[in-house]
């Protein structure tokens, strides 16, 4: 959930530095704004929020769980036993 938020603020930082880099070395382009920052980081979390209600939901939980950003091993879904994935090292 974090990490989500985070690449949502890095992305929006890049995003922003990039806006003031060319308006003050090329002269033009888009101007770079905080506010725009921290309502981005906001959006994110909002989105978080909204993907991890949606996954209290029976219906919409699976399809959450077909989409879902997994961290690391253990946190990924099941792999059957028998499998060519299982059998991997």
Known sequence: ???AILAAGALSLTIEI???VT????????IADMNDLIF???GGAVGVAIVA???RVPVLARVVDQVRW???????PE???GSRAATRG
């Open 18 to 20: 990039t806006q003031w």
């Open 40 to 42: 981005n980081v906001l």
């Open 79 to 81: 792999v059957p036993a």
């Open 70 to 76: 997994h961290d690391g091993p253990g946190d990924g």
């Open 1 to 3: 959930m974090g990490s």
């Open 23 to 30: 308006a003050h070395a090329l002269g033009g382009g888009h």
């Open 53 to 55: 209600a949606a996954g």
